[in-house]
């Protein structure tokens, strides 16, 4: 009979230690995790998976054919495949906005979420959370129990997200066991669907994580992302810029501004943000350069980075690793 890792939902083996799933044969037998989550766990190694991105949107295909109920978690700081997902809910579905905690406590959340329901009115719910201060994890359980269709309801989102840290969550309030999945800011760390019951009422199913490729942690090492990953309430960095000033992002990247605004850039507390001046002739080894126009009332993002808010019409060039989406939206907050 085949054992599931309880970490990251792969099938357990013992044949090929270059696989997934991999652990010694001595221990197979008393084990209930995989190598590759158990020294990520204990250890804080991360060991890239050998499955490809098709394999995760096959997995997301089939949940959508279900008739069942969605959870959709987002961290506002990487939604850039969000109205791509969302074009494929066609069962109920609550949009769970995460990490709420680490927002300015100034942001109301109420508009928040005003923001949400009027930009994606499929959902049947919308609510934010926090799993770490354990912020609305009771009203998120009782809508969940409102709205599913059988005793399973599906969890799902970008990875990074925050979704592991959710589960766990729901686990430690709801369960009586001291079992978890395992949480990592890097990327694809949940392998398979893994099944937790929480009781006789209610099974989430966590899925992949969906591996966005213009999230900016898809193309750093991992030091450097520990460092992006933001675990602390965010204070903005608010500047007040002249033409032809810019900002440089040590080890990441550099936003030029190329006219006289007031901006507010909501990042990781742990990056070192330098002014200076440049030179638009310059080359930039590695980064690509994107010029790109913000309007007043809209935001400039940069996924799995961060979002700047300006107080007129900007023009911005951001030179950030290849690949990275570089975008702007109606402002959110």
């Known amino acids: 009979m085949s054992k599931k890792c309880i970490g990251c939902g792969i099938e357990l083996q013992c044949n090929d230690p270059y696989e997934d799933g991999y652990v010694n044969p001595e221990m197979f037998e008393n084990t209930i995790m995989c190598r590759r989550c158990f020294r990520l766990k204990h250890y804080g190694e991360y060991k890239v998976t050998n499955k490809s991105n098709s394999f995760y949107k096959g997995i997301i295909k089939e949940i959508f054919r279900m008739d069942e109920l969605v959870v959709h978690i987002v961290d506002i700081f990487n939604m850039g495949n969000m109205n791509d997902i969302y074009s494929k809910i066609y069962s109920k579905a609550i949009l769970v906005i995460s990490k709420i905690d680490i927002l300015p406590k100034s942001i109301n959340e109420d508009k928040l979420i005003e923001y949400f329901k009027k930009k994606y009115p499929k959902y049947v719910d919308i609510i934010a959370i ?79 994580g969906i591996v966005y490729s213009g999230d900016l942690i898809t193309k750093l090492p991992e030091e450097v992302v520990k460092h992006i990953n933001i675990k602390h309430e965010i204070n903005p960095r608010i500047y007040q810029v002249k033409e032809k000033e810019a900002l440089v992002l040590n080890d990441i990247g550099r936003i030029h501004i190329l006219n006289d605004s007031n901006i507010s850039i909501y990042i990781s507390n742990n990056i070192d943000i330098d002014k200076a001046n440049f030179d638009n002739n310059l080359k930039y080894k590695d980064l690509e350069r994107t010029k790109i126009k913000v309007l007043e009332g809209q935001d400039l993002v940069i996924e799995g980075l961060c979002f700047i808010k300006v107080s007129n019409d900007t023009m911005f060039e951001v030179y950030m690793p290849e690949g990275v989406d570089i975008h702007t939206r109606d402002r959110l907050i």
């Open 130 to 208: 926090s799993s770490d201060k354990n912020y609305h994890m009771d009203e998120l359980l009782m809508l969940m129990m409102k709205h599913k269709n059988s005793n399973e309801v599906y969890i799902l989102g970008n990875t990074n997200a925050g979704k592991s840290t959710f589960i766990n969550k729901m686990i430690k309030n709801y369960t009586d066991r001291n079992t978890f999945i395992v949480t990592s800011c890097m990327p694809s760390t949940t392998l398979n669907v893994i099944s937790i019951k929480i009781n006789n009422d209610l099974t989430l199913l966590d899925t992949p």
